[in-house]
């Protein structure tokens, strides 16, 4: 991805996936802080933003190439972000065991969609101008 060209192309939804991507990573860290020590708040802080710089990257790429590979990536950066959201509902909410089941099963669906995604390269996007050809005499 060109950063310029992508900035140039998407400013609205760069400055809504910042300021999304903070209030989640606040909100979600701030869930447990009475639970961690300072350098485990940190931790869990940068990690929830490298979690969220994935979803914003893999939306981001999505919507400029549009093809199967960048869609198979969004899905599982889409899986890695809910199994880490039920994983600190687990850890730090209620200690439900279905919660560990399916913050499991969102992990490997995860992972297989970035295996399956690694296998694809990525498509040229046709563009079709249908009303060019239509209307030509």
């Not at 990536?73 to 560990?100: D, R, T």
Request: hydrophobic share 55%; net charge negative; with cysteine.
């Amino acid at each position: 991805m060109k950063f310029e060209k992508i900035l140039k192309q998407f400013p609205v939804t760069l400055l809504i996936l910042i300021t999304l991507g903070v209030f989640c990573v606040t909100l979600i860290t701030e869930t447990a802080q009475n639970q961690l020590t300072t350098s485990e708040y940190i931790l869990e802080f940068l990690y929830n933003v490298i979690v969220m710089a994935l979803l914003s990257a893999a939306l981001i790429s999505y919507m400029d190439r549009g093809d199967n590979k960048s869609m198979l990536f969004l899905i599982g950066s889409m899986f890695i972000f809910f199994s880490e959201m039920l994983q600190l509902a687990y850890y730090y909410v209620a200690k439900l065991q279905h919660l560990a089941v399916i913050y499991s099963v969102f992990l490997v669906l995860a992972f297989v969609f970035f295996y399956l995604q690694s296998n694809l390269k990525h498509q040229e996007i046709q563009d079709f101008d249908f009303l060019d050809s239509n209307f030509k005499a």
